[in-house]
């Protein structure tokens, strides 16, 4: 009986081992290929960046979804608002870690704004180069708690808002 409870409990401890292992190799940092589209509701001027390799990017381990995606998008808008001068374009960012699948998306989209059905060409496309702009990976970001100060804060619009209904009726 000693022994089936010994190995019983070495195959419990195995067990967790690996798991972690699992757990740890699910979140491990990896390798994708990235490019980023902008536009903007207010002209007809698009951007393309060419397809870039980012080293040591996390992923949601439960979903697969590159962590803090929405960062490379902001990357691409403010080197268009700073570097450019374009303010309030709509940036989008493709990511895949097989490069042959994001090639195929890349040229699908060039293909929808470089072609019309009429033959004529109705954006103006401008294609970032490598040199000018780079995504950079994003480092997992700290979130501070709130203290008791941001807290006070917090209150002073509920407050207002209080006073505000009171006047309305």
């Not at 903007?40 to 390799?53: A, C, E, K, L, Y």
């Not at 870690?97 to 195929?104: C, H, R, T, V």
């Not at 780079?134 to 100060?149: G, I, S, W």
Request: net charge positive.
């Amino acid at each position: 009986m000693r022994r089936l409870s010994v190995a019983l409990a070495l195959l419990l401890i195995l067990g967790g081992l690996s798991y972690q292992a699992f757990a740890k190799k699910k979140e491990a940092a990896s390798t994708i290929y990235i490019f980023g589209f902008a536009a903007s509701f207010t002209d007809t001027i698009v951007h393309f960046t060419p397809i870039q390799q980012l080293d040591s990017v996390a992923f949601l381990p439960k979903y697969g979804f590159l962590r803090d995606r929405n960062e490379y998008s902001y990357q691409l808008r403010n080197y268009l608002d700073q570097k450019q001068q374009m303010p309030n374009r709509t940036c989008v960012v493709f990511y895949n870690s097989n490069k042959e699948k994001l090639e195929k998306k890349y040229a699908k989209m060039k293909k929808l704004y470089t072609k019309a059905k009429d033959g004529k060409q109705h954006f103006d496309i401008r294609f970032i180069n490598d040199d000018e702009f780079h995504f950079n990976a994003v480092k997992e970001m700290v979130v501070e708690t709130a203290t008791e100060e941001s807290a006070d804060e917090e209150k002073v619009p509920d407050e207002k808002k209080k006073k505000h209904r009171g006047k309305k009726k």
